[in-house]
């Protein structure tokens, strides 16, 4: 089944005044890089550590796709062709589970944003920037040998060579605007994700601890 657009939403639903006002004072930290960086290891250490609320965008889409919805089986087709489900979509979903947690210290949102428009978006619906960007550099070689490890230990069916090499393609193409768009806020604390995992997470936790 292909991808229906007047099924899917491509704007997200505006927060009512009440709903900004609780999420105006949570730190709320996008952690973004390619599939296979690492970074839902390490937000999931980093959430644990610091009381934060993991909030791990593609299993929210791969939960979604699995049920038996006509929503469901778009969006699967969507994630094995390797393409961008649509940002209303991601809004909604987003600010549903932020507003689920109103008494949080924090929010480490894990695989957002994806492109330009749901950085934009994000701003218009919520009322505020995040506090920080942080970013995972790895290199594309590296994020495939481990998505692929991570496909055969979890069965999971978007994790195929062509998928992922497609992924990491559109990743690549959508992401500069992006950092592009937080460099000149200042907000993007670049970390080496090569290295090994204790390595990262203290260089995590120094950039969090930046905010505290």
Request: some cysteine; overall charge positive.
């Amino acid at each position: 089944m292909g991808l229906c657009e007047s099924t899917l939403p491509q704007l997200g639903r505006a927060l009512r005044p009440q709903e900004k006002d609780i999420l105006r004072y949570p730190l709320i930290i996008f952690v973004v890089g390619g599939p296979g960086c690492g970074k839902g290891t390490q937000c999931r250490n980093m959430a644990l550590k610091y009381g934060f609320y993991h909030v791990e965008l593609g299993q929210l889409l791969r939960e979604e796709a699995q049920r038996s919805t006509q929503r469901g089986r778009q969006i699967r087709d969507i994630m094995q062709k390797g393409l961008l489900v649509p940002t209303g979509l991601i809004l909604d979903m987003i600010s549903d589970n932020l507003l689920s947690y109103p008494k949080i210290r924090g929010f480490l949102i894990d695989g957002f944003p994806r492109e330009l428009e749901q950085a934009k978006e994000f701003e218009r619906i919520v009322g505020r920037a995040p506090n920080m960007v942080i970013v995972f550099d790895c290199s594309m070689e590296t994020m495939v040998r481990r998505v692929l490890r991570r496909g055969q230990v979890e069965h999971r069916a978007d994790d195929s060579e062509p998928a992922i090499r497609k992924r990491l393609e559109t990743h690549y193409t959508l992401c500069e605007p992006v950092l592009t768009f937080y460099q000149q806020k200042n907000l993007l604390r670049h970390i080496l994700a090569e290295e090994a995992p204790e390595s990262i997470f203290a260089k995590c936790c120094s950039v969090i601890e930046s905010l505290l």
